[in-house]
Every structure is written in C-alpha cells, then in structure tokens.
C-alpha cells in the first residue's frame, strides 16, 4: 500500500500530537514530535546556562547535542533522548515552554532540527506534528493539515494535562505562555507559524479527540485513497 507524509501544524494546544498519534496508530505508521525536538535542545541550554541571544554559544551547543527518539518502554509514543538520556518527562514542564520559542526562532537550531526530520522522514510512512511542517520540513506531504481551537479551550486543555501530570502550574500561566508562544511562533522571521495554501483547516474546539481523528480519516481516504482511511 501507498505511504504519504502526514504534515500537521498549528497553535499551541490544539491537539495536533494527540491526532498525529492517533493517526500513526490507525495507518501503522510513525508518529514524530517536533516540537519535542526544539524543547530537548532548549532543555540542554538551560542546563548549560547559554542564553537563546548568545548564537555563537548555541551554535557551539548544538555540536554536542544528539536527538533521538526511542521507544516508549510502556509500548506507547517515542520518547525524547537528548545525548542518550530519557528527557520525554522535564522537557514539558514550564521553564522550558517559557524559553522554547526564543530558541526556536535562531536559524543555526531550525536548520539542525529541520535537516535531522527530513532525514527522519526520507521513507514516508510518518505523521509529524509542528509549526512548519507543512511548509518547510516537507512542502510535498500528501496530506496537510493546520489545527486551531479557540484560545480558551486550548489553555484549559494543556491546564488539565499539565495537573494530570502532577505539574505545579496555574490556568494564568498557562493561558500566558500560550499566548506568548504563538505570537513569538507566528511573527518570527525564519518559518513563522502558517498555514500552508494546501492545508486543510481543522478547528477542534468543539469536538473530541475521537471527532477529530474521524476528519482526519476522512481526509486521508478524500486526498490518498490508495492509503486507506476509514
Ligand atoms: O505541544 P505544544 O503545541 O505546546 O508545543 P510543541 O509542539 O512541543 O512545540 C514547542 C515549541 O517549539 C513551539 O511553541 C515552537 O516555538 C517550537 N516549534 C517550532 O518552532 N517548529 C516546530 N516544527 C515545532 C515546534
Ligand atoms: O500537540 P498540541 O500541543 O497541539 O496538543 P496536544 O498535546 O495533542 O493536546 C493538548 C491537550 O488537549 C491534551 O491533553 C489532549 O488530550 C487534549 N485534547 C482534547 O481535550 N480534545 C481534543 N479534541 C484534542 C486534544
């Protein structure tokens, strides 16, 4: 059977890993955490106490990193390895979303990111979710698809998630740092935070997960048939 890349991009919180996941499970393919990436790496600054505007500092930083993903003991998602150690758990937590998109915006750390996934998705057959995806990790993927909610919603959301994981946080900051993140993603200047022309809108801010990986489906049979939706 035919594999596509799957590109999902979007606002902070709207569920494109929980989609990107569903979807990867659904087709049998590879899901694959973006983001993810960009946090272990600013997670290794701040532990090397380098400063986001001190680029010749980073650039020499990114030479000792290497991002992989291993599988999850527990048999779900891949997790993040930064340098070979298990990092899936400190790099959600809100010192590191409160610097992520400041290293996100330096060219040096997109380039490396961007060049370590598009190896990653060189034989098809994966879903990654991010904020350029769709327009500059792979500007060919068969199906887009851009994900937003209403701010609200997607506030609350990661609040319930974050307390979940016995995260000590406050609806406040976690409504700010969303704030603050898509406008430091969509305004800044090297692969800011678009919608591609191709991609397909999803707003999610009224329906379940399980809502949303029917669309999905129902957009990979519409634009892929030779992949096999529902
Ligand atoms: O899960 P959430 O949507 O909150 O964020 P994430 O996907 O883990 O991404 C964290 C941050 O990494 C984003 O706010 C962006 O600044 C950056 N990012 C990016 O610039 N490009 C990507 N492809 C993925 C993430
Ligand atoms: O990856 P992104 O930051 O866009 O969002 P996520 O981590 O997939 O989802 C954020 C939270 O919203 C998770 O706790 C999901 O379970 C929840 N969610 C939801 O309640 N309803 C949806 N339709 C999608 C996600």
Known sequence: MKKIIIAIDGYSSC????????????????YLDSG?????ITLYLIRE??????????????????LSFVPDPAGGTAHMCLNGEDVEHPIRDMEVAGKVSAVAAIGAVRRFAVAQQQRMGRDKGIVM?????????????????????????????RYKELKAKNLSVTLEAVRE??????????????????????????????????????????????????????
């Open 49 to 66: 106490k380098i400063s986001p505007e001190d680029e010749k500092a980073v650039e020499q930083a990114l030479r000792q990193i290497t």
């Open 15 to 30: 569920g494109k890993s929980t989609l990107a996941r569903q979807l990867a499970r659904e087709l049998h393919y590879t």
């Open 36 to 40: 993810a990436m960009y946090r272990a």
């Open 129 to 157: 979710d991010g904020r350029d995806i769709g327009t500059v990790v792979f500007p060919d993927a068969e199906l887009k698809l851009f994900m937003t909610a209403d701010p609200e919603v997607r506030a609350l959301r």
């Open 177 to 230: 740092n969303l704030r603050q993140r898509d406008h430091l993603d969509e305004t800044r200047a090297i692969s800011p935070l678009r919608k591609a022309p191709d991609a397909v809108v999803l707003d999610n801010s009224h329906m379940t997960a399980a809502e949303q990986l029917v669309f999905a489906l129902n957009q990979v049979a519409e634009k892929c048939p030779a992949v096999g939706g529902l």
